[in-house]
């Protein structure tokens, strides 16, 4: 994953902010989601190189996502600061998830 941001010439800055996403994310999917897939992807527009992951299990879901999204909220025993402080550490943020069906987290940090 760093070699991947730092062959798409990320700042050190943002490769960290990427990395750290990255890793509570897949947190998620495996405390919550019993497990999932990361799908990487490099994303052009105009002139401009992002990368793109996109964390997915087929777990319960989330029933409440504004709820998920509130720092400091946790249904578990986390810290409840995973979804939200990876949303602001990304450019794009995006959460798709059906109760009973699973979540798909897609994150795009733009160059
Ligand atoms: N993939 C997922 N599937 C189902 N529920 C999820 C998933 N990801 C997050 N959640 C729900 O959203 C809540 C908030 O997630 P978040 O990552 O912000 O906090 P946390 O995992 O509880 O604590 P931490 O700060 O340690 O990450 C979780 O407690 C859980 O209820
Ligand atoms: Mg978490």
Redesign the pocket.
């Known amino acids: 994953m760093r070699k991947l941001a730092q062959e798409l010439r990320f700042s050190l800055v943002d490769q960290t902010k990427m990395i750290t996403a990255a890793s509570?994310?897949s947190?998620?999917?495996i405390?919550?989601?019993r497990g999932?897939e990361m799908r990487w992807e490099i994303v052009t527009k105009g002139a401009q190189t992002g990368l793109r992951l996109a964390?997915e299990?087929r777990?319960?879901?989330?029933p409440d996502t504004n709820?998920?999204?509130t720092d400091g909220?946790?249904?578990?025993?986390?810290?409840?600061?995973?979804?939200?402080?990876?949303r602001r550490l990304v450019n794009d943020f995006e959460l798709r998830?059906v109760v009973g069906e699973?979540?798909c987290?897609t994150i795009t940090r733009w160059r």
């Open positions: 509570e994310l947190r998620n999917t405390v919550y989601g999932g964390f299990d777990g319960p879901g989330i709820l998920a999204l909220w946790t249904s578990g025993s986390g810290m409840g600061i995973g979804l939200s402080g990876s998830t699973g979540t987290v």
